[in-house]
């Protein structure tokens, strides 16, 4: 076969592709951490202390408003028909252990981390 693990297409796809450089999707599942929040100032001031060294579970089980913070704000492994599309398309753009800038969706603005 010769082919790679992902197949010879994924592989030549340029940089500016519709994947924008994520982690390829295993099993059509992601793992991703978030914190939830009601106003995008917070969503900021917590994206911001992730980037100046804060953890982001630490931070979501202070925080987050999902029953998720309890876990450090882990969700596990989902699919793509297991959330919101904005909340999709954020994790699957990022690299696993990446961590995204504020996503608006219906439920409020999530900080993700990638984590698988």
């Not at 076969?1 to 059509?28: A, D, L, N, R, V």
């Not at 001031?45 to 408003?65: H, V």
């Not at 599309?85 to 954020?90: H, I, L, N, T």
């Not at 699957?92 to 900080?111: D, E, W």
Request: contains cysteine; positive net charge; hydrophobic residues 30%.
């Amino acid at each position: 076969m010769g082919k790679s693990k992902y197949g010879k297409e994924f592989q030549k796809k340029p940089t500016g592709s519709s994947k924008q450089g994520g982690s390829p999707i295993k099993g059509g599942k992601i793992k991703a951490s978030h914190i939830l929040v009601d106003k995008m100032s917070k969503a900021q001031e917590l994206y911001e202390d992730i980037l100046a060294g804060d953890k982001l579970e630490d931070l979501a089980r202070k925080f987050s408003t999902c029953p998720s913070k309890k876990r450090g704000g882990s969700l596990g492994a989902f699919s793509k028909n297991d959330m919101v599309s904005e909340f999709w398309d954020a994790c699957r753009n990022l690299k696993i252990g990446g961590i995204s800038k504020p996503v608006k969706t219906k439920y409020g603005y999530h900080i993700i981390k990638r984590t698988g």
